[in-house]
């Protein structure tokens, strides 16, 4: 968390809050500094850290799944996408499921590959 405090967002600009948010998380995402498949911070503690609102987040966080930067997980997070030439869809679809498998049922970690019959 601590790497997103020194986002600096100008209340006072003619860019919305929200965007300033999304542009910074993007640029991280593409010098690398957040990788694939990192979950983000949850809403409400990124919100008090950067001393904003929790819809501004909410906001940033659409913004950037609009633009393809992250993916979000009903009832689990927002994570960093793949970049062009990463994991497929279907391979992505297995990540998903196995996130799933191992919150519901702890079968195993989230990073190891499905078996396929």
Same mark, same amino acid.
């Given at each position: /968390?601590?790497? %997103?405090?020194?986002?600096?967002? @100008? ?9 300033? *948010?999304?542009? +910074? %998380? #993007? /640029? ?13 911070? +949850?809403?409400?503690? *990124? +919100? @008090? ?10 906001? =940033?966080?659409?913004? /950037?799944?609009?633009?393809? !930067? ?10 960093? =996408?793949?970049?062009?030439?990463? *994991?497929?869809?279907?391979?992505? @679809? #297995?990540?998903?499921?196995?996130? %799933?498998?191992?919150? !519901? ?6 990073? /190891? ?5």
């Amino acid at each position: /968390m601590r790497e %997103f405090t020194s986002i600096q967002l @100008n209340k006072q600009g003619l860019t919305p809050v929200y965007r300033q *948010l999304g542009d +910074a %998380f #993007c /640029m991280l995402i593409e010098r690398g500094a957040l990788k694939p498949h990192r979950k983000l911070p +949850a809403i409400r503690k *990124l +919100a @008090n850290s950067l001393k904003v609102n929790n819809d501004t987040v909410v906001n =940033a966080y659409k913004y /950037m799944e609009n633009k393809g !930067a992250v993916y979000t997980i009903t009832g689990s997070g927002t994570y960093v =996408a793949p970049i062009h030439g990463g *994991l497929n869809d279907e391979e992505i @679809n #297995c990540c998903v499921t196995d996130c %799933f498998r191992v919150k !519901a049922y702890g079968q195993r970690k989230a990073w /190891m590959p499905m078996e396929r019959n």
